[in-house]
């Protein structure tokens, strides 16, 4: 799914309005009247207060609009016109008159206002600001806000959380409302994936407005939203007449005394991800536990306790390293050798990230398409410290570019960057920031290149697959009791959900009988 940026948006609606040949009232009218529907499917006209909160640009018009219909349908609204400019949208104007004809008089507010009673079991219709806000709100605003959220009502936002920027961090968290729930027109925000800003969001949900599917498809963005939809074209089906060779020979360097477990997770995760054959490389200590917690995978031997050369004769597909490598000096320079003969592709994670960004010179080393796997810190050592997530992503795009590598920024969203682009991942939970976590989606994305996948495809399935299998195993565990070795056990069960089809819901008759 394609995440569009606000500008983006603007001009979708004038080209949905030029193509379409509509008003613009039009558009905010179909925008209301999905709201409406969202909301009477799940109320049932509920003898519930709705306190509907406008600002006077065309997020407040949506809120103006969607009072309409839900006075028309009974609904016992109250609305507010936070009034915190003299300049008014044409929509919302438009709407505002429509809603006096039906002699809904709403309240407006200002500065010398005093804030509304509203019951914890109300609900809030946050419209005050949409996606156009360049400033933060006036300070009556936020005390408005903060009145709201003190309310402990449930808050439903029009499009976006007011406050929030589109392309930029906040400059004051209690500016921004916090939603229960936010109604996204025609496609979600980036905003909303982002550790700053996703916070804000509990929950969120898409509405289709009609913008015109021909600037949706043709537009290309800096970010897409990965899901199943998006991954299954990538799955490369196995075929009968095939052998174990067929599906590559996947290597995995690291391990150092008291480390090798992170080898193991790797090296399983890479077999169960589909890889035909499976080499650790380790040093000695870490022989007796390989072969015997993962007798599948061959070994490779060298140094007692840290390695301190890589050399080998056989031929992999493609090599993983840096899982539990450490960053001895030995190891550093054997990391450097390596890197200075080294023609397959690589996916580097940990210590081996580590070393990359204590001796950047290294990184010119690095074959095309090189995947990086670091989490926050090791991040840092690469590109330098950041403001905020804005600051990181466009650092993070400037360091793909410059040395042709795919960068994976783990996180509660884990963001695969590769030059100007940024994939979003869907899957995944608060049980995965575990030890080992990372091991095991290294090994994924190792085996899912030897077996053929380009590196980009790799690390955008692998990150799912790795998610998904921790959605999958935690089902059984709990978010406190979730280990990475069970995030390898599901990694099965994942690749078995791209194809499960969703059950049908049952219609209302069925439930009442059943």
Known sequence: MKLFSGEQIYAADKFTIAKQQISSDILMERAAVQIFNWIHTRMQGAPVKIHLFCGIGNNGGDGIALARHLQEHGYDIAVYVVNYSKTRSKDFLINLERLKDRKIWPEFLDADSPLPTIGKDDIIVDAIFGIGLNRSPDPWVVNLMGHLHKTEAFILSVDIPSGLFTDRAPSDENAIIKANFVLSFQTPKLVFFLPDTGSYIDQWEVLDIGLDPE??????????????????????????????????????????????????????ACLKSGAGLVTAYVP???????????????????????????????????????????????????????????????????DGVNILGKNKDLLKKLPSQTILTPHPKELERLIGKWKDDFDKLKKTKTFSKKYNCIVVIKGAHSITVYDDKGYINTTGNPGMATAG????????????????????????????????????????????????????????????????MPEPQATAQEEETA
């Open 284 to 350: 000695d200590c870490g022989y007796v536990p390989l072969q015997t917690a993962l007798p599948e995978a061959m070994v490779l031997t060298e140094g007692e306790e840290v390695i301190s050369s890589i050399d080998f004769e056989m031929v992999p597909s493609v090599i993983g390293i840096g899982v539990g490598l450490g960053t001895h000096d030995n190891t550093t320079k054997a990391f450097s050798d390596f890197l200075e003969k080294n023609q397959k592709p690589l996916v580097i994670d940990a």
């Open 215 to 268: 600037y949706l498809m043709t537009t290309e963005t800096a970010y897409d939203l990965i899901g199943k939809h998006d991954v299954l074209p990538f799955y490369i089906p196995r075929k009968k007449y095939s052998h174990k060779g067929t599906y590559g020979h996947a290597m995995v360097v690291g391990g150092s005394k008291g480390k090798i477990g992170a080898v193991i997770l790797a090296s399983k």
């Open 437 to 500: 976590s990372g091991d095991a989606l290294t090994g994924i994305i190792t085996g899912l290149i030897a077996q053929g996948y380009a590196p980009l495809k790799a690390a955008i399935f692998g990150v799912y697959l790795h998610g998904k299998a921790g959605d999958i195993a935690v089902e059984e565990t709990a978010y406190q009791a979730l280990t990475a070795s069970d995030i390898v056990g599901g990694i099965g069960k994942a690749f078995i959900d791209l194809f499960k």
